[in-house]
């Protein structure tokens, strides 16, 4: 029986970043290879896309992949599904040419400073990448059904760098996506900045919009020294706000990344889950560990931080709210 390898994203993924595109914003255990994630430069409206080229790329990618010949920067992800040559499902629409899968990396703007940043890196060279019009783009994806909603109904948009509700236009584009009969979200927002265009669609029974926002902290002064802004109080009024308008019950989720020396007490964790259980009356929580610190170990995490994690999933079971263990806390299999 010969085992055969794909992912989804390989497939129907699109990462749009500042300069060009990507199969996904991942590549979380092979950091050293995320250049490498790249299907063609893109810099903004003035380019000419050329579509088969994307997914001629793509295709070749998905028919490696599926022969055992993993891309370097898809090495260790856990995304990738193992099935064999006699499974009844042989998933061949990935080599259909369509993106049901856009991440929206084009600008690094933000509010933030937090120290495990992905963005970090672009920060510090170039503070804020200027974003180019990204609305051209968005009417060829709908007009010419690339990104193809009748493929996949559940097709999603995700907000994938800098703080997205600070994005110019950030409205607009998500009313775009929805007027073109998108139901799909993902906004991952340090809270700072209130978005009444967020709240407005947690609100909608017809739309499904994950917002994501990571506290980091039970403290004004350890979330001092994860964001490198004094705005705890700022971000627990904002969760408060959009844990009122959510009406689905993982519509608002609140993450905790563990930092190694900087957050990581019972202490912390127990000031963190208090606020956002008792006081925010958020619904979902999440974990995670810090990217840098997980490669450079290698993965290999202390147990008194698997503890901390199984503690918080412990907790949320009590209290009966939804949780979820993210990337790196999720491989560890706890
Ligand atoms: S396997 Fe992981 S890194 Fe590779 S394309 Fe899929 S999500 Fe991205």
């Known amino acids: 029986m010969t085992k055969m390898f794909r992912c989804k994203f390989l497939a129907h993924g699109l990462y749009i970043h500042y300069d060009c595109f990507r199969h996904c914003h991942l590549s979380i255990h092979s950091p050293n290879e995320r250049n490498n994630n790249y299907i063609i430069p893109y810099t ?6 050329d579509w088969e080229k994307v997914f001629e790329i793509k295709n070749s ?3 490696s992949m599926r022969e055992g010949d993993i891309p370097p920067f898809c090495k260790g992800c856990h995304w990738i599904e193992e099935f064999d040559e006699t499974s009844d499902e042989q998933y061949l629409s990935d080599f259909e040419n369509y993106i049901d899968m856009i991440w929206l990396g084009h600008s690094n703007q933000c509010n933030a400073n937090c120290i495990y940043c992905f963005a970090y890196q672009e920060i510090l ?13 968005f009417k060829e994806l709908l007009d010419k059904k690339i990104y193809n909603l009748e ?28 007027d073109g009969g998108n139901k799909f979200f993902a906004l991952y927002s340090n809270g700072i900045h209130f978005s009444k265009m967020t709240e407005k669609v947690l609100a909608m029974p017809d739309v499904e919009i994950n917002v994501v926002i990571s506290l980091d902290a039970g403290s ?48 912390e964790i127990d000031r963190w889950l208090d ?3 008792n006081k925010l009356n958020v619904k979902y929580l999440i974990a995670d560990i810090e990217e840098h610190w997980f490669v450079q170990k290698h993965g290999e995490v202390p147990e008194y931080i698997k503890d901390l994690l199984r503690y918080i999933r412990q907790r949320c079971l009590d209290a009966n709210i939804d949780f979820e263990f993210y990337d790196r806390a999720l491989v560890l299999h706890l």
């Open 151 to 178: 493929k996949n109904p559940n097709a999603h948009v995700s907000f994938a760098m800098g703080e997205p509700t600070i994005m110019q236009n950030f409205d607009d584009i998500i009313k775009t996506f929805a």
């Open 275 to 277: 606020i956002c259980i």
């Open 125 to 137: 060279e170039h503070r804020t990448i200027k974003g180019y019009d990204i609305f051209p783009l």
């Open 220 to 267: 004004r002064e350890v979330f001092k020294k994860v964001k490198k802004v004094d705005k705890f109080d700022t971000v627990c009024e904002n969760i408060k706000k959009y844990a009122a308008a959510a009406n689905k019950p993982k519509g608002l989720g609140v993450k905790y990344i563990i930092i190694p020396d900087i957050n990581d007490t019972k202490e």
């Open 44 to 49: 903004g409206p003035q380019d000419k896309i």
């Open 61 to 63: 990618r998905v028919k």
